[in-house]
């Protein structure tokens, strides 16, 4: 396609449920990211994957944030046991190559995620 | 640790008025520092990135300065106009050049 997307654009979670949350990436774009924004904040760096490795995990809040991109195209962000302090747009971006300093990420719409 | 800083929060002029927009960092070791702009329901748009050796950058109306020493950043939109209205943010990469820190943003209201 011609830009990052993601899907589904909304959804509202019970407490405790589990969600996954997709991203298409730019075709042939080597890097991926994962980023949280709540409401009125920048948006805060989860994960970063170049193809199918995951290089850098260290934004994930806990144990309950999964990433992965096992085919290094299409990713997966899986929230397992949600929470309300969950609840944010969930950003996917990708990049041409490695992600380096003078390269821009392409940012898709987000998934606002709710939790009740 | 980062921190990146916008002020103002908010910000509402008229239409046609040139304006500033401003972004200070805490560590002047960074490698880039991007502006973006973000629309309601939408995504993240790239506007000007600029590389740590550079000064400045421009595209359009845009003007985007950088002085790493100061740990400050000013975006310039000349000859406002009502579709420049949404929130602009920037963002300076981290400790791995690829890792974004980045501010609240300011919330831009261009007034027709």
């Known amino acids: 396609g011609a830009g990052v997307s993601q899907s589904p654009r909304y959804k509202v979670a019970k407490r405790g449920q589990d969600v996954a949350l997709r991203c298409d990436p730019i075709s042939g774009h080597v890097s991926l990211f994962w980023y949280q924004q709540a409401l009125g904040q920048g948006p805060e760096f989860l994960t970063y994957?170049?193809?199918?490795?995951?290089?850098?995990k260290s934004g994930l809040p806990s144990d309950r944030f999964f990433a992965e991109r096992p085919e290094g195209s299409v990713s997966t962000l899986k929230i397992q046991r949600t929470q309300q302090e969950d609840s944010a747009v969930y950003l996917c971006?990708?990049?041409?190559?490695?992600?380096?300093?003078?390269?821009?990420?392409?940012f898709g719409p987000g998934t606002r995620l709710l939790v009740l | 640790k980062q921190e990146v800083t916008q002020i103002p929060a908010a910000l509402s002029v008229p239409e046609g008025e040139n304006l500033v927009l401003n972004c200070s960092f805490t560590?002047?070791?960074?490698?880039?520092l991007q502006w973006f702009r973000q629309d309601p329901g939408k995504g993240l748009t790239s506007l000007l990135l600029i590389q740590s050796s550079q000064r400045e950058q421009t595209s359009g109306r845009l003007n985007a300065s950088l002085d790493k020493s100061s740990g400050r950043s000013t975006l310039y939109i000349a000859a406002s106009q009502p579709g420049d209205s949404a929130t602009y943010l920037c963002?300076?990469?981290?400790?791995?050049?690829?890792?974004?820190?980045w501010g609240a943003g300011t919330k831009l209201i261009i007034k027709p």
């Open positions: 963002a300076v990469s981290g400790r791995s050049n690829y890792q974004l820190i």
């Open positions: 994957f170049q193809n199918e490795a995951q290089l850098d």
């Open positions: 971006a990708s990049s041409f190559t490695s992600g380096g300093a003078a390269e821009t990420q392409y």
């Open positions: 560590d002047s070791a960074i490698y880039n």
